[in-house]
């Protein structure tokens, strides 16, 4: 079974949306988890309606405001051997669960599946790849998880997907979603979890849209923004106890492409200085 879960959050109507993309799903055996961390009464009214048509839907109300908790309570409440969140303002294309638990059933030590994910905007209508979405290969490959992982951690950018874009096995997530090597990441939330899923086993990229990224007024994606972007350079340096960035040369990359991205900026003046003593170590020019 796959465990769909939805943290959801004041966004009644684009969450009617998301769920019924994943009721239109081709893969039969689905339950869906919503953990609701609204301020009102909303979202319980719009999904009345669907409990009482769908018993694979789960819903439950937070009495206080959870956050990164909510994600945490959908996941413990999940049976499914396999997870697959869901934002709430997100849509799955019909086929996405088949197509990627394909390659869970017919291959070997697969930890993630993902795919191109096309950007959309408030009324649903196709929108040109952002910088980070545009499609990583043209065909489908499966890889070593830390070549997948790399190419993230040379960018400094989630080229793997958000939360919504990946399935998983549940028990391959050795920590709580968001937390690598026990340090929690707010910006980097899916980052830190695709790293301790990629250290396990091999990832599969799709070319194929299976997922539908929505930007709209109302997102709350990387609100906390530059104040946390030194989240890549604390992951570039513990991801390399799993074995990610396994060579000065990659090392060297990403820490060169976190470098400049912050370059000129002054509250990056001490990431700086930690990325050149790292570099003078190496043997490299800053």
Same mark, same amino acid.
């Given at each position: 079974?796959? /465990?769909?879960v939805i943290p959801a959050y004041?966004?009644?109507?684009?969450?009617?949306?998301?769920?019924?993309?994943?009721?239109?799903?081709?893969?039969?055996?689905?339950?869906?988890?919503?953990?609701?961390?609204?301020?009102?009464d909303d979202v319980q009214n719009?999904?009345?309606?669907?409990?009482? /048509? @769908?018993?694979?839907? !789960?819903?439950?109300?937070?009495?206080?405001?959870?956050?990164?908790?909510?994600?945490?309570?959908?996941?413990?409440?999940?049976?499914?051997?396999?997870?697959? %969140?869901?934002?709430?303002?997100?849509?799955? @294309?019909?086929?996405?669960?088949?197509?990627?638990?394909?390659?869970?059933?017919?291959?070997?030590?697969?930890?993630?599946?993902?795919?191109?994910?096309?950007?959309?905007?408030?009324?649903?209508?196709?929108?040109?790849?952002?910088y980070a979405t545009a499609k990583? =290969?043209?065909?489908?490959?499966?890889?070593?998880?830390?070549?997948?992982?790399?190419?993230?951690?040379?960018?400094?950018?989630?080229?793997?997907?958000?939360?919504?874009?990946?399935?998983?096995?549940?028990?391959?997530?050795?920590?709580? =979603?968001?937390?690598?090597?026990?340090?929690?990441?707010?910006?980097?939330?899916?980052?830190?979890?695709?790293?301790?899923?990629?250290?396990?086993?091999?990832?599969? %990229?799709?070319?194929?849209?299976?997922?539908?990224?929505?930007? @709209?007024?109302?997102?709350?994606?990387?609100?906390?923004?530059?104040?946390?972007?030194?989240?890549?350079?604390?992951?570039?340096?513990?991801?390399?106890?799993?074995?990610?960035?396994?060579?000065?040369?990659?090392? !060297?990359?990403?820490? @060169?492409?976190?470098? /400049?991205?912050?370059?000129?900026?002054?509250?990056?003046?001490?990431?700086?200085?930690?990325?050149?003593?790292?570099?003078?170590?190496?043997?490299?020019?800053?």
């Open positions: 079974m796959v /465990s769909v004041n966004r009644p109507r684009m969450l009617s949306i998301a769920l019924d993309s994943v009721l239109e799903q081709t893969y039969p055996n689905i339950e869906i988890i919503i953990c609701d961390d609204s301020t009102n719009m999904l009345e309606p669907y409990l009482r /048509s @769908h018993p694979q839907i !789960q819903y439950h109300k937070n009495g206080k405001t959870l956050s990164l908790g909510n994600w945490h309570k959908c996941f413990d409440l999940a049976s499914g051997e396999y997870i697959n %969140y869901l934002m709430d303002d997100d849509v799955f @294309h019909p086929d996405k669960i088949k197509k990627m638990m394909y390659f869970f059933e017919e291959f070997e030590n697969i930890a993630l599946v993902t795919s191109y994910r096309q950007t959309i905007n408030e009324a649903g209508e196709w929108l040109p790849p952002m990583l =290969f043209g065909e489908t490959r499966i890889m070593d998880g830390k070549t997948l992982a790399d190419i993230a951690l040379t960018k400094c950018l989630n080229v793997i997907g958000e939360p919504t874009t990946a399935l998983f096995r549940k028990n391959d997530l050795g920590e709580p =979603f968001g937390l690598y090597k026990g340090k929690p990441y707010s910006l980097l939330t899916d980052m830190a979890a695709w790293l301790n899923l990629l250290s396990k086993g091999k990832a599969v %990229y799709i070319p194929e849209a299976l997922s539908y990224f929505r930007l @709209h007024p109302l997102q709350n994606n990387n609100l906390v923004g530059w104040s946390a972007f030194s989240d890549w350079l604390d992951m570039m340096i513990a991801s390399r106890e799993d074995g990610f960035l396994a060579t000065d040369e990659s090392f !060297q990359a990403a820490l @060169h492409a976190y470098r /400049s991205r912050v370059a000129g900026y002054p509250q990056f003046a001490s990431d700086i200085e930690r990325i050149d003593a790292i570099l003078a170590t190496l043997g490299a020019e800053s």
